[in-house]
Each structure stands twice: as C-alpha cells, then as structure tokens.
C-alpha cells in the first residue's frame, strides 16, 4: 500500500512545478507518440490521494511489489495507471477496494531511499477508466479507456469561477498557517484554467471521497464549480477556527488558561487510564485486601464518596487523595507474630550489649508473662541514663529479640503538639503525627517505637508535646488512639513504647506515672574495657578499611585510654578516641609506612595528645577543703568545695557560678553552726569575728542542686576549727537546720565517679543504703560506704583527729 506525500510548497520552483532536480529533462514531462502504442497500463493503488492530469507530485511506495511496478515501467518505458482506494485502512487493496476511474501518469525519476522505500516523481497526462484487469499478481495490469476533459460552453462563465478559485485559493493560502506562503506564487504563475483546476483539486485539504468525485467529472465547468463549493467550505471552516481561536485567546486570562491545560491533562489522564475514576477504582482495590471492622469501612465508604463528588482540578481534592492513600497504607489489624524464644532473646541481648543487667532481667520478664498470657498490653519502658550507655540500641536489640519491626522517634527539640496527634485535614501541608506515620512505617501495627528523648519535649505556643504523650503512652487509653489528622481512633495497645532520657527532672509528673523507670548507670572501668574489646574496636576496624591484624590495644592500654582520654560515664567518647587511632594507622598503611602493630601508650599519647589532668581526690594540708560528689547529664563526677576565713564581721561570701539551691545549702550549713557552735567544738569569736568564703572550682561551669549541703556544713567547720578533712574521702547529701542529713539521687552514677577518681571512703544518708546495695559489689569493692542520719555523724567520720 502506497503512502501519499503531500507536495512541498517551499520547493516549487518558478516554472510552477514541484521538486525537479537538475538531472531531470523536460522532455520528460512531455507525452510522446510511444505512449499511444502502449495497450496494457500497470495499475499501481494508492491512498489518501488522487493524482489529477498535468500535475507532478512525489509518491513514496514501499511494498516490494509496489517498488518492482515502479522499476519495470521505467527500465519499458511504460505509463502506469494510478487509482486511489475507496477505504485507506485496507492493507492490501483487492480490485473491489479500488475506484474504477484514475490518472495516466509518466515516471519522471526513482530516487531510492535509505529505509528501502523509494521515491517516485510523477506527472498525470490524462484520466482514464478500467476497461477490464489482465493481471493482479505481482501487480495489477488493466486495459483501460482515456477519457477526455469536455471543455466549457459558457468560456466567460467558466473564466469567472476560476477566478474565484485562484482569489479563494490565495485568501485560504493566506490565513492557514499551515500551508506555505509559496503556494500563493505556484497558484499566482499557473496560466491555463484547467491546469489550475488540477493543481487546486490535488492539493487542496479536500476528502479522498470529493476530490475522487472531482476526477471523475468530465465537464470542466462542473468539475470547477463543485471545487469552488468545497473551497468555499473549507474556508467557511477556516474563517469559524480562525475566529473561535482569536476570541479564545482574547478572553483566556491566567485562570483560565489554566483550567484549559488542566482539561487537556485531564483528556491524557483519561487516555492513558489516570484521573478520577481511576483513583477511586485504586483505592478500592487496596482498601478491598484490608481487614478493617465495620466502622472504620463505613468512614473510609463516607470518604472515597467524597473524593468521587470532587473535581479532579479542585485544590481538595489532592487533600482529600492523600489522606485516602494515608489511611489505607497504615496497617489496619496487621500485627507481626511475636518471638516467645527466651533463651534466644537471651542471646540476642548479651551479644549486642555488655552488662545492663537490669534491664535485660526486666525484658526476659516480658517476653514470659507474653509467652504465657499471649495477650498482654505492651508497657511503656523508659531507659533512663546518661549518653553513650546504649539505651536507644538497647530499643533495637528488643525489637530483634522480639521479632518484631523497630522505629525510631526523635523527640529533641519537639515543641509542637500537632507533632504527636497530627493537623486537621483543613490546614494547608496537614499530615498525620510522628506516631502513626511510624506505624505506617513498620507496616505493622505491633512495632517497637524508641521515643528517643523523651526529657527534651518543651512547651510552646503551638501546645505541649508531653501532654499529647500521655494518651499515646497510656496502655489503659492508647487502644483507640485519636490523630487528629486521621480522625478516627487507633489502636496503639499493641505497640511497645520505650522511651529514652538523659534525667527524670524534665519530664511531667504525669508521664512518668505512665511509664516503668528503668535506671542505667554509667559503664565501669572494666565494662569499658570489655565494651571496646568486642563491639568498638571492631566496628572501628570495619570502618577504617582496617583487618584484625593492622593493630592491637591490649587492657591496659584501653585503661590509659579511658582513664587520661576520656571522661563520660558510656562509651561514645571512647569510641572516638578509637577511631581516631583507626584513621591513623589506616594513614600509616596506605602511605606504606612502618610501624608497630602493637600500639603502646607513648604511641597513644601521640596520637590523641596530651592525656587530660584526671580529677583526682585531693590531699591537702589545708583545712576547708571536702570532695563532694555530683551527678551529671554525662553521669557522675567529683567537685571540690573550698572554705577561708578573713577578718570581718562574720559574712558569708560564695563563688563558683553557684545556683540559688546551692547558696541556700551554704546559707543553711552558717545559720547550723551559728546554732550549734558548742556542739561542734567551734569557738562563738571566730564566728563573729571571721567572714567566711566558700567557693567550688570550676566557674564557668553551672553548678546547682542540694546533694552539696553535707560538703559544705563540712567544710566551714574544718575552717572554723582548723582541722584538715581525711584524705580520699568524699560525701553527698542534702542537710536541713534541725542537723539531719537527707538522701539524694543519682547514688550510682555518684558511687562509680568516685571509684574512678581513687575515692576510699564515701559519706551517705542511711536513706541511701537501698540505692547501694542494688549496685554490684564488684564496682565498689575497694571502697567504704558510711551511712550517717545526722550532721554530727558526718563531721565525726570526716575530720582528721
């Protein structure tokens, strides 16, 4: 099936003729007598054309039956009929398929093309009809009858409708953009009337079915004035399309322009399978592969009816998608099955963590009440501890443990309690809250969720975080948990919460109640030691590109480390420090550099600099000077409380960045011994007559709490009589004006600073004595712990005598 080219107008030459090369004669456009003794024309069918006498056009064919026609009549010499095809579907036209009247036509030239096809520049001579067909294969061959053209009776008639043909002609040329403006030249230079009949039949936008018709007229006068009829409908048509686009665009302001792009995007939509309907029918289809109950199914019918009333270009409707595709991609009654495998859990545990025993005693517990009730509502855990002790990895090795999905929450710096329950639907960029768009996380609605910082929620104008916590962390309340943004309850009584905190001051009275405590003490030397032998070094080694082979620390070079390199009470200094020598000795290896695999403390210092002057207990000869103990966001430490008198009029005096809970403890500890300057063996002149300054080193440092009342009742009484206190001794405790020493918290923490600063003795309340004996003996074996109830009994125990 042959494939029509529409004629170029920009390579008419002057002559009013389409493309014609230099090589072509002109005697090839003419008819010579041979062509009268050809009998037996080739029939060669095309479609979406019709070839009109005296016009040369281009015809592409590309069948090889069609292409061998070609070659053959013009190795022979020969004319070729040219029919057109009454359907342009039909693939390979049958005799009946093709119109029984066409154009002789002589073959100016074959130009062959890369792709196989070939190109044919053709001239019409003169129509013609079917006599009868002598051959259909390769190719049609016909006997067939020349028809003439019967002229005009009425010339001047006949003169006029051309002209108005060739003025018609111009005015379509001119205001259809998509004809060039050369056809007005080739339309112009065209002299003969019938020839520009020819032309303007050809290359007019006519249906196949009308310029067929056209051919088939033998009367010129008809043929011209039913052209003109159609032109003047083409351009009818033009003039509407010209006027309708004019005005279109006249009127089109921003808004609509864009309703008119967004309704073709919608017709795309529609063709490719997007749009509303689309979106409803794939809502359905996830919504259909959900157990729900009937509430939640009735919300979600009431919702996708309220998408489906919507317009696809309405700015709600976008809301109204997204929350649909949020609400079916949370996992509605999907739980994942729980590991009740406790000697495993046990494993998975000790080899992810060292020591913590507690805690991991208190996660076995669960796991068996689980095992045995198979319906227990999760417990909120909160980890409590200083950095670096593994409390958030802790939420994921319970979540190994337990075979269940792990998320993690960050709650620092959340000040905003749409945060937690999500937006209304209503505001611009509304979304769900961090609990539920971690459910739809996991994809389960049983997962461990670490609520990491918990002590770090503030207030703000846009509400209180830790509030909204107390529905989320209720198991009596969370099993129809209301977001905001959802609108409709979830149940979170499944979910394991387990929170993470620095300290317990910051967090509401209320959300504690909710929540188990669990205490994490800072790590021991020991533990340290430990730690870093099994987990830090070797994952520093795997980072570094580094083997087990590049180096080696043994125990006491990890003790330099820790005790001259770091001061923390986890591990997340040390392990920098480690990855500090890690990337040394991974420099000393690719600059292919020797060095001693076996890294020794000199080697160390090196590396990570100067060792820190450790805080160590003193020993003065200075009466008025106590070592205290002090808890820490980073665990426990030791601090020096100093006093001096000076001539005066018994004032006191305080420095050291010191809060007012602490001045009030020195305020307390004066007014003490001015009340019992006798039984404390003090002189009353030199209370009247000495001011005394207390001061604790490290000013820049905030120091605040009542954990230092015992060190400086203490301390004022060592200036006053001048009696140095013990060597290697230290205290904490809270003192009242009756004499009696309070307990105060953090003991562990406080404990464990002071074994590592070579503490010997340690002064407590006796209300203390619970918080020491749930400590491991082994962390404070070298150490004397003296419980005391009143103030006394702690400067009998500290005093030299």
Not at 266 to 291: F, M, P, W, Y
Not at 489 to 509: C, E, H, P, R, W
Not at 571 to 584: D, G
């Amino acid at each position: 099936m042959e494939e029509f080219e529409d004629i170029n107008f920009d390579d008419i030459a002057d002559d009013g003729f389409s493309i014609v090369t230099e090589e072509i004669n002109i005697a090839d456009f003419m008819e010579t007598k041979e062509d009268d003794k050809q009998t037996i024309f080739p029939i060669l069918a095309v479609r979406n054309m019709v070839m009109f006498p005296n016009v040369v056009i281009p015809i592409t064919a590309g069948r090889k039956n069609s292409i061998k026609l070609l070659e053959d009549a013009q190795k022979k010499g020969e004319l070729i009929g040219i029919l057109s095809q009454k359907n342009s579907t039909v693939e390979n036209p049958e005799i009946a398929d093709l119109y029984d009247i066409g154009t002789l036509t002589k073959i100016i030239k074959i130009i062959k093309l890369p792709e196989g096809n070939v190109t044919v520049i053709t001239k019409g001579f003169g129509r013609f009809k079917i006599k009868e067909f002598s051959q259909t294969k390769p190719y049609f061959k016909a006997k067939i009858t020349k028809l003439k053209d019967t002229p005009a009776k009425n010339k001047e008639e006949f003169e006029a409708i051309m002209d108005n043909i060739r003025n018609l002609s111009k005015e379509i040329v001119s205001k259809d953009a998509t004809i060039p403006d050369a056809a007005n030249f080739a339309i112009s230079n065209i002299t003969d009337h019938s020839d520009l009949l020819n032309f303007i039949c050809t290359n007019a936008q006519f249906k196949t079915e009308d310029k067929q018709m056209l051919l088939s007229e033998k009367n010129l006068a008809t043929r011209a004035a039913k052209c003109y009829q159609l032109l003047h409908e083409d351009f009818q048509k033009l003039e509407l399309r010209n006027q309708i686009h004019a005005k279109t665009s006249k009127d089109l302001d921003k808004q609509q322009r864009e309703y008119f792009l967004n309704q073709q995007i919608k017709t795309i939509q529609d063709e490719i399978g997007g749009g509303a309907e689309s979106d409803a029918e794939e809502l359905q289809l996830k919504a259909s592969k959900i157990k729900w109950n009937d509430e939640i199914q009735e919300h979600f019918e009431k919702e996708l009816g309220r998408l489906q009333r919507q317009h696809p270009n309405s700015p709600d409707y976008n809301v109204q998608r997204n929350y649909l595709d949020f609400f079916t991609d949370l996992p509605w009654e999907k739980y994942s099955k729980d590991i009740f495998d406790i000697l495993k859990a046990e494993r998975v545990l000790d080899r992810a963590h060292f020591g913590l025993e507690d805690i991991k005693k208190r996660i076995l517990e669960h796991i068996a009440v689980l095992k045995l009730k198979n319906n227990m509502k999760s417990p909120i855990l909160c980890l409590v501890g200083p950095p670096g002790v593994g409390k958030t990895s802790l939420g994921k090795s319970i979540a190994d443990s337990l075979g269940r999905k792990y998320v993690r929450v960050s709650l620092g710096g959340l000040h905003d309690e749409s945060e937690i329950r999500g937006h209304r639907k209503t505001y611009i960029g509304a979304m769900a809250g961090r609990i539920l768009q971690s459910i739809k996380k996991s994809g389960t609605s049983n997962p461990v969720i670490v609520l990491d910082e918990i002590d770090k929620v503030t207030a703000s104008a846009h509400g209180d975080p830790s509030s909204a916590l107390l529905e989320v962390l209720d198991p009596e309340q969370n099993h129809a948990f209301y977001d905001n943004y959802l609108e409709l309850g979830y149940d979170l009584s499944k979910v394991m919460f387990i929170a993470t905190a620095n300290t317990l001051s910051t967090i509401q009275s209320p959300l504690l109640d909710r929540m188990e405590i669990i205490q994490i003490a800072g790590y021991t030397l020991e533990e340290k030691i430990e730690i870093a032998k099994r987990h830090l070094m070797k994952k520093q080694l795997a980072e570094n590109g580094l083997t087990a082979q590049s180096y080696k620390l043994g125990s006491a070079e990890l003790k330099h480390i820790i005790d001259a390199h770091t001061s923390e009470s986890g591990v997340r200094s040390l392990e920098k420090k480690l990855a500090a020598i890690s990337r040394w000795v991974a420099l000393q290896t690719a600059m292919e550099k020797e060095y001693d695999p076996k890294i020794t403390i000199e080697k160390i210092d090196e590396i990570l600099g100067v060792p820190h002057q450790k805080n160590l207990s003193e020993i003065t000869d200075v009466p008025g000077v106590v070592t205290g103990l002090a808890w820490t966001s980073v665990g426990g430490d030791i601090l020096f409380i100093e006093s001096i008198l000076s001539e005066g009029k018994g004032n006191l005096t305080m420095t050291g960045n010191l809060g007012n809970v602490m001045k009030e403890s020195a305020t307390i500890a004066l007014e003490y011994i001015k009340a019992k300057y006798a039984d404390l063996g003090i002189s009353p002149e030199n209370i009247k007559e000495k001011n005394i300054h207390v001061h604790v080193p490290e000013g820049a440092t905030p120091k605040d709490g009542p954990s230092a009342g015992i060190a400086m009742l203490t301390s004022m009484v060592s200036s006053f009589r001048n009696i140095k206190v013990k060597p290697h001794l230290a205290m904490t405790g809270e003192i009242t004006l009756r004499g009696k020493v309070l307990p105060v918290g953090g003991i562990k923490e406080k404990l464990l600073a002071a074994n590592r600063a070579g503490i010997k003795e340690v002064i407590l309340c006796d209300a203390n004595r619970k918080d020491v004996e749930e400590i491991k003996k082994d962390y404070i074996k070298n150490m004397k712990v003296s419980y005391v109830k009143t103030m006394s009994e702690v400067i009998a125990l500290a005093l030299e005598k």
